[in-house]
């Protein structure tokens, strides 16, 4: 059993990495024929393109950090069998509460300014993980208690969670000098710390860190996750177990809004000097794009997370350096999740590999028993 557990794995890991590739390779041949001046070029651009320099490589990582830590809190969900996607909405408005500390009328600068940069950093990073938990409850109350569709409800939370916050940012803590909507600079130590002389790669990456470190351990190593994932894979199962399904629904999408609201800490306080979002920043679909291709299991998620934020690095640059438009990420991400999400793909020869192995122990049992003499 442990050696067909093996090959199940096995196999799965190769889904997702031959669905990259197979995605790579269309994207290849397609810059191939539609580049208008150096092909060569073009594919050198997508391929290298995010390696070439510290800024760029810096921007790739930045972006890695926000999608594992997304795409971690979506696997959560998505094993519980729940598709709460509030997770979007939360990048824009989790951040408010800090936002609210610093610059807000009557708050802030007097109180954060004094404060050590861990301190202020531990105060952001918590503020926006309990106010995307609180973001991600409303679908989930919806559906738990309600009988709500959580698809819908979460997409029309996400957008209420951009107009609440420009509605904040507009009333609260908008700079009246800029020319645009945003808020003041952050100050050093209300932001975390630029490397690669003043890249996007930040100190963030350590919190996706440790998130993943706890997305590991509460999946694979505690009840709660053994839970969850019992109640998304045989929910009548669990419900006959005794295991308390509606409660474990409401843990999953919590720990995917703390997840989410973390992604939005190292987003809006890593790779921005101010806040200034007035459209939904595609984080949290992207994360969920990476729990999907993942195959709901964290163990995946960095893999995924890094694929998302290099293809979104590579159009930009292949962008900026051709004349081939950046919406062909789009086209990229679709044919990867046609690919790995794809139930059958590689299905056939799985079963076939399993089958073989299967057949042979059973031989192999029959062989290794010894006949036992009559009154022996």
């Given at each position: ?8 794995k ?114 952001i ?16 109350f919806?559906?738990?208690?309600l ?151 964290p ?21 900026a ?7 062909l ?48």
């Open positions: 059993m442990k050696k067909i557990e093996r090959i199940d096995m196999f799965e890991v190769l889904r997702v990495f031959l669905g990259v590739l197979i995605a790579f390779l269309i994207c290849i041949i397609i810059i191939l024929l539609i580049s208008e001046e150096d092909p060569g070029s073009a594919v050198y651009n997508f391929v290298v393109g995010p390696f070439m320099t510290r800024h760029r490589l810096g921007q790739v990582l930045a972006k890695y950090s926000s999608y594992l830590l997304s795409g971690l809190g979506m696997c959560f969900i998505y094993a519980a069998g729940r598709f709460n996607m509030a997770g979007e909405g939360a990048i824009n408005l989790a951040p408010m509460p800090a936002l609210l500390l610093m610059f807000g009328t009557g708050f802030g600068l007097n109180i954060m300014i004094g404060l050590p940069q861990i301190v202020n950093l531990v105060i990073v918590v503020s926006c993980m309990l106010t995307g938990a609180l973001i991600l409850l409303v679908p989930a919806g559906r738990e208690q009988g709500a569709n959580e698809m819908v409800t979460s997409t029309i939370m996400n957008y209420f969670c951009m107009y609440a916050a420009l509605w904040l940012l507009k009333g609260n803590i908008s700079d009246r000098s800029l020319s645009f909507l945003g808020t003041p600079t952050y100050p050093d130590n209300m932001r975390f710390t630029r490397y690669w002389n003043g890249s996007n790669f930040t100190s963030g990456i350590f919190v996706a860190l440790i998130g993943l470190a706890v997305a590991l351990i509460i999946f694979y190593r505690t009840p709660l996750g053994a839970k969850i994932r019992i109640c998304g894979d045989n929910l009548q199962f669990a419900v006959y177990s005794g295991i308390n399904a509606k409660k474990m629904m409401f843990s999953a999408q919590v720990i995917g809004g703390l997840f989410a609201g973390a992604a939005a800490a190292v987003e809006i306080f890593g790779l921005y000097d101010s806040y200034y979002l007035s459209v939904l920043t595609n984080v949290g679909m992207d994360g969920l794009l990476a729990a999907v291709m993942a195959k709901k299991k163990v995946f998620v960095p893999i995924t997370a890094f694929v998302m934020a290099y293809i979104r690095c590579a159009a930009a640059v292949l962008n350096n051709t004349n081939i438009p950046i919406e990420v789009t086209m990229l991400q679709a044919v990867i999740v046609l690919f790995v999400a794809a139930e059958e793909f590689l299905g056939k020869t799985r079963r076939k590999v399993i089958f073989n192995v299967s057949v042979k122990e059973k031989e192999e049992g029959k062989d290794g028993k010894k006949e036992v003499p009559a009154g022996g």
